[in-house]
């Protein structure tokens, strides 16, 4: 082996044939397992970060949270959802996730995702939704005090 060269999600190597004295070079990555999403009404589709990020993105827009912080929140639930080991999840699970990080980040964008999510209805839903954030307010920091503002 002549050289080897860790880029951003890859390893660079290149060799050279010790009897033709040509240099071979390939780039080597860990395969990300495929996850399928079933969705509710039993389609299937595979499972795309950015998806998942715009999510995310949408319901923190015009709040005190920084991009960073979203950010963050995108790399857990993928985290999460790869390391499952399953090749199936429903989308249920990882709606539930998504808005148990963004509890943790700000609650009108957990409102809004949630309001989507569960497919709200009623004024009464919302209320409902409102009286289960405000009845555990230490489970929730408002995104300025954490200094998150953008």
Request: charged share 40%.
């Amino acid at each position: 082996m002549i050289d080897a060269r860790n880029q951003r999600d890859a390893k660079w190597r290149r060799r050279e044939c010790r009897e033709c004295e040509r240099r071979f070079t390939t780039y080597e990555r860990i395969e990300d397992p495929l996850v399928i999403i079933v969705k509710r009404d039993g389609r299937r589709e595979s499972f795309t970060r950015t998806k998942l990020a715009s999510g995310i993105h949408k319901a923190c827009e015009k709040r005190p949270v920084s991009s960073d912080a979203v950010d963050a929140a995108v790399q857990r639930v993928e985290h999460w959802l790869l390391n499952l080991g399953e090749r199936e999840v429903p989308s249920e699970a990882i709606g539930d996730r998504v808005r148990a990080e963004l509890r943790e980040l700000d609650p009108v964008a957990w409102l809004r995702f949630s309001s989507v999510y569960l497919n709200f209805r009623t004024i009464d839903q919302f209320r409902a939704a409102l009286d289960e954030i405000e009845a555990d307010p230490a489970a929730y920091r408002d995104a300025s005090e954490r200094g998150e503002g953008e």
